[in-house]
């Protein structure tokens, strides 16, 4: 049954997933929130506890520090952006999620990238980073810098988890990443 949109029912899909061993351990699927038709997207790891607890991405500490990031270097919300994870489960003990975890959610975020459409994709992180842009090069290699793919813009950047251990270096580098990603989007909007 639809209902309404391609991008609810993709979440209605996903909500119900089995797909791999972390549907087990949940307590619900963490899809995406978020402007539907943005031109920006974030991409994040994985659920958190915080996130597991309320279905939404990025609600905890590093969701904190995401949100001041919009508003100072974007003058943006949450609302005016996607934001989603590479895995819509909560790994154990906040675990780095397996390759086949990623797999398996591959997917939905492939479907989401596509039907949000968005002009460019912020990765934050390694894992991230790596999926979109299919490379075994780490973040820090490929952070300041962009890498158009297809339609879309990517802009590699810090997870905010490692800007909250590493200090103001990695925050910086992040202010200048989420620079980077405001210029490109009015280069195309």
Sequence with gaps: MSTGSPLADLAARAAGCTRCPLAAARTQVVFGVGDPDADLMFVGE????????QG????GRSGQL???LLAEELDLDRRA??????VKCRPPD???PRPDEIAACRPYLAAQVELIAPT????????????????DQGITRLRGA???VGDVVYVPTFHPAAALR???????????????????IGRTA
Excluded: W
């Design 146 to 148: 962009s890498y158009p």
């Design 166 to 184: 590493g200090g103001g270096v990695v925050l910086a580098q992040m202010r200048a990443d989420f620079v980077r990603a405001k210029q490109l």
């Design 46 to 53: 994985a659920p958190g506890r915080d996130e597991d607890l």
């Design 56 to 59: 939404e991405p990025f609600v």
């Design 120 to 135: 460019v994709v912020v990765t934050l992180g390694n894992f991230a980073t790596r999926l979109l842009l299919a490379t």
């Design 66 to 68: 995401l949100d001041r």
């Design 94 to 96: 906040n675990r780095d």
């Design 81 to 86: 952006v996607y934001i989603a994870n590479v």
